[in-house]
């Protein structure tokens, strides 16, 4: 996934990004505070993604899936 923000969020809530698969080597990055996590399966990721440009990078072994749940800005309009 390349960097970006998620322009539809809100800025006051919690994006989750749950990874699941099996035996990828996958690596979280949040661009903005030059960060780097390891997103193996089974990993938890509470981000503000609509604040922080994160991306993911390119893996070579296994496979991989995400369930992102976050909250639609609208919602508060």
């Known amino acids: 996934t390349l960097g970006h923000c998620d322009a539809g969020g809100a800025s006051s809530h919690y994006d989750l990004l749950a ?9 979280f990055q949040i661009e903005d505070l030059e960060a780097e996590l390891d997103y193996f399966p089974r990993t938890l990721v509470s981000i503000l993604g609509k604040v922080l440009e994160h991306s993911v990078s390119l893996w070579k072994i296994g ?9 639609k800005d609208k919602v508060h309009d």
């Not at 990874?19 to 690596?27: M, V």
């Not at 496979?63 to 909250?71: D, G, L, P, Q």
């Open 19 to 27: 990874s699941f698969g099996i035996g990828h080597n996958a690596i």
């Open 63 to 71: 496979e991989r899936f995400v369930i992102a749940h976050f909250m």
